[in-house]
């Protein structure tokens, strides 16, 4: 069982910059394709960055050239650089690790970006 452990959440004013981490329990992230998703209240969960195991990545067009994406293998971590943040940021933002066909979640951090 991979437990996905998320943190670096909290409320931080239009423009501003937030790093969201997430740890793995498991040495099996290391051949994972990790990723974040979010959800805003009242909205489906949509996809915002994904990097495989050799370090491609993939971005959301809304996230694009403000958001980073990023791995550690060593440490078991994937790591969300959140650069610009805009009020529409807003939302809960869970960690994904898929292995195989098999996605495993994080319970997910707040983003508040409000002035």
């Known amino acids: 069982q991979v437990q996905l452990v998320e943190s670096g959440g909290g409320l931080v004013q239009p423009g501003g910059s937030l790093r969201l981490s997430c740890a793995a329990s498991?040495?099996?992230?290391?051949?994972?394709?990790m990723g974040w998703y979010r959800q805003a209240p009242g909205k489906q969960r949509e996809l915002v960055a994904t990097?495989?195991?050799?370090?491609?990545?993939n971005y959301a067009d809304s996230v694009k050239g403000r958001f980073t994406i990023s791995r550690d293998n060593a440490k078991r971590t994937v790591y969300l650089q959140m650069n610009s943040l805009k009020p529409e940021d807003t939302a809960v933002y869970h960690c994904?690790?898929?292995?195989?066909?098999?996605?495993?979640w994080g319970q997910g951090t707040q983003v508040t970006v409000s002035s």
């Open positions: 994904m690790g898929r292995v195989g066909a098999r996605d495993y």
């Open positions: 990097i495989t195991s050799g370090g491609i990545t």
């Open positions: 498991s040495s099996i992230f290391s051949i994972a394709v």
